[in-house]
């Protein structure tokens, strides 16, 4: 299983007689690309030619020299339209004609290059609206594949590389703006509450609203009103203190109670006054977890951070978070991360414990 999705066995036990066969497909397959090659060597990009290439991609995506073989015979079969609709038609063929690899194979790199290589010929040889419309198809297929393994960061990154597209003066089809930061965000939204661990939703919701709160010129009221909803939003998340997907979205949204990091925050100008309120409230939040988690190094690190940052502020040593508790909940992140003993020390250098 990977995310919870099957994947073949590759140590199953084979059946008398395995190995002969796969000797006699793997020498089948080595004809068949020779064969691609020397009809690619004398520049025969007919129908037969992607025939055999689409029939070694279907067994082995893998190889990315065929997928620059594909790309020739594509462009021959392109230079020969004269209407641009049948262009886009062959371009959808083949956009088609990649599905079910993607779905046999969606962690295959090749794949997504050449699917966004056609989606490149789409942008620079079609009308604007036709070309659009088939990126827009791409965003409904690329959701159809992360409802199927929410946490495939190809998946994700390719997600923003066709947001982009789609947000880009190139695709642009009227005088209007094309943002789709506030939709991206609710799609975010939509896949953590499917999955509370999804790295990726939570990685692509930390991008995208500080550009929200850009675009829409936010001013520091606004912003603040922001981080509660977002703290308030990992606080009903954090169920599981081990989850260190929820941490990591922690850390970030908290950097605007830190001074060296606020100005990387989605509220930057807090006071420091406003930045200790938090803080406390932070920390008196992360202690409760230690009530009936004690073993988790998350809660731990998160205290000992707070706390940091409280007393940069200039504030003295909360009575719940005393030199000596700091001071035990660092031996007890030792034990439970030995591997980082070595940033555990400098942090307790810094804190002078």
């Given amino acids: 299983m990977s995310h919870g999705i099957p994947r073949v066995s590759q140590n199953e036990p084979r059946a008398a007689g395995a190995a002969e066969k796969e000797q006699r497909d793997i020498e089948r397959y080595i004809s068949a690309v020779q064969a691609v090659e020397q ?10 030619t992607l025939l055999q290439i689409t029939q070694l991609l279907r067994k082995n995506p893998e190889y990315y020299t065929i997928w620059n073989h594909r790309r020739r015979v594509m462009m021959s079969a392109i230079s020969t339209k004269s209407d641009l609709s049948d262009v886009a038609k062959e371009l959808e063929a083949d956009l088609k004609f990649l599905v079910p690899i993607m779905m046999k194979f969606p962690k295959c790199y090749w794949i997504w290059n050449y699917r ?12 604007t609206g036709s070309a659009r419309n088939i990126w827009q198809g791409e965003l409904n297929l690329v959701g159809q594949m992360l409802s199927r393994d929410g946490r495939n960061f190809h998946g994700w990154g390719y997600r923003r590389t066709v947001v982009t597209a789609l947000e880009s003066q190139a695709l642009k089809v009227d005088d209007e703006a094309h943002s789709l930061v506030k939709a991206e965000l609710d799609y975010t939204a939509t896949m953590i509450n499917t999955d509370l661990s999804n790295f990726s939703a939570w990685h692509n919701r930390s991008r ?8 829409r010129g936010a001013g520091d009221e606004e912003r603040k009103a922001m981080l509660d909803e977002e703290l308030e939003l990992i606080h009903e998340a954090l169920i599981d203190p081990y989850d260190q997907s929820l941490w990591f979205y922690h850390a970030c949204i908290t950097w605007a109670f830190s001074p060296s990091q606020a100005d990387k925050s989605i509220a930057p100008a807090l006071s420091d006054q406003q930045r200790l309120g938090y803080l406390v409230t932070e920390s008196e939040f992360v202690l409760e977890m230690l009530d009936e988690t004690i073993d988790c190094k998350w809660i731990y690190q998160s205290l000992i951070q707070l706390t940091a940052d409280y007393l940069s502020l200039g504030g003295s040593w909360p009575q719940k978070a005393s030199r000596e508790n700091v001071g035990f909940w660092m031996e007890e992140l030792k034990k439970l991360d030995p591997l980082r003993h070595g940033r555990w020390t400098e942090w307790e250098e810094r804190l002078n414990l």
Avoid: V, Y
């Fill in 39 to 48: 009809k690619i060597a004398k520049q025969d990009h007919g129908s037969e």
């Fill in 116 to 127: 966004l290589w056609l989606l490149e010929q789409a942008t620079n040889l079609l009308p």
């Fill in 208 to 215: 995208l609203i500080p550009r929200l709160l850009d675009e």
